[in-house]
């Protein structure tokens, strides 16, 4: 039985047409796929960087479009974030709020797991937007995920997080509990909190679970139709169960062939039985004794 498996996190700069961020989804979708990935984890906000309410009323079509994306190639694509109007259960969130939800879509293009953020951005950042209130717009999730990958005829179980969800090591140390062997984390950091954090946070979050972490990421400038612009970090990473960075995109800004193709691919394979070995030489869960 193969024990490994292909994985791919896309940097993308998503503006506020949907369809363009579209175009760019299905094609590094498509590359990656030539490129042997079996996992495609898209980044947070991956359809449009604002606008999150008309995106939410097209969420339902949307989740289809890009399901359809996997099926086509028969892998599993993880759409980092979308504005839901609606929670799990199908009950509209209240109070014109809404949720930020994370999917996985399965080679069949059927939606294999959802997860609803739990943990809303609230900081003051000195850019040029200054204060960030997730909460102000969305409601947050209360269930974490993992959930089962079959590549090869072998199950690999994926724990999911996105962006603000890396600065809790609970939650990563949580999902490990639950078996988790890689985590997602589709992300859309700041560029000055990403500047501080973002490689430091991928690979202690990694350490914590001793889980591969797949960074996927916005970078560079996002035009707002009102207000400032937002520039974001980009530096999609992939982090091994032992902190090692296994690749990543070194710009905040797509460059050369990145920029002409509308995203980066950052790729890595992901070996269960290296990772297993690994946790059996250093048991940190046999050890821990506060959670």
């Given at each position: 039985m193969n024990h490994k498996m292909t994985v791919a996190?896309?940097?993308?700069?998503?503006?506020?047409?949907?369809?363009?961020?579209?175009?760019a989804i299905k094609a590094?979708?498509?590359?990656?796929?030539?490129?042997?990935?079996?996992?495609v984890v898209l980044p947070e906000n991956c359809c449009s960087m604002g606008e999150q309410r008309a995106t939410a009323?097209?969420?339902?079509?949307?989740?289809?479009?890009?399901g359809d994306y996997a099926r086509s190639h028969g892998i599993y694509v993880l759409a980092?974030?979308?504005?839901c109007p609606y929670r799990p259960d199908g009950m509209i969130v209240p109070d014109g709020r809404m949720r930020q939800v994370s999917q996985l879509?399965?080679?069949?293009?059927?939606?294999?797991?959802?997860?609803?953020?739990?943990?809303?951005?609230?900081?003051?950042?000195?850019?040029?937007?200054?204060?960030?209130?997730?909460?102000a717009t969305f409601e947050a999730g209360t269930q974490t995920v993992v959930t089962p990958i079959e590549v090869n005829n072998a199950v690999f179980q994926l724990g999911m997080m996105v962006c603000?969800?890396?600065r809790f090591p609970a939650l990563a140390q949580r999902?490990?509990?639950a078996g988790a062997e890689l985590l997602s984390a589709p992300s859309a950091f700041t560029y000055?909190?990403?500047?501080?954090?973002?490689?430091?946070?991928?690979?202690?979050?990694?350490?914590?679970?001793?889980?591969?972490v797949i960074g996927a990421a916005q970078g560079g400038e996002h035009i707002y139709k009102t207000g400032n612009p937002r520039q974001t970090w980009g530096h999609a990473t992939i982090t091994t169960f032992n902190g090692s960075v296994a690749d990543s995109y070194d710009y905040s800004v797509l460059e050369g062939q990145a920029l002409d193709k509308g995203y980066a691919l950052v790729m890595a394979t992901f070996d269960k039985n290296v990772q297993e070995q690994g946790r059996q030489r250093m048991p940190i869960f046999d050890c821990h004794r506060l959670a």
């Open positions: 996190a896309v940097q993308m700069n998503s503006q506020q047409n949907i369809e363009t961020n579209l175009t590094a979708i498509s590359d990656a796929s030539a490129q042997g990935a079996t996992l009323a097209r969420f339902d079509a949307l989740s289809a479009t890009i980092g974030s979308l504005p879509f399965a080679p069949d293009g059927s939606q294999a797991a959802r997860y609803d953020k739990i943990h809303l951005f609230t900081a003051t950042v000195a850019d040029k937007q200054g204060s960030y209130n997730e909460a603000f969800d890396l999902l490990r509990q000055l909190t990403g500047q501080a954090n973002w490689s430091l946070l991928l690979q202690a979050r990694a350490l914590d679970s001793q889980c591969m």
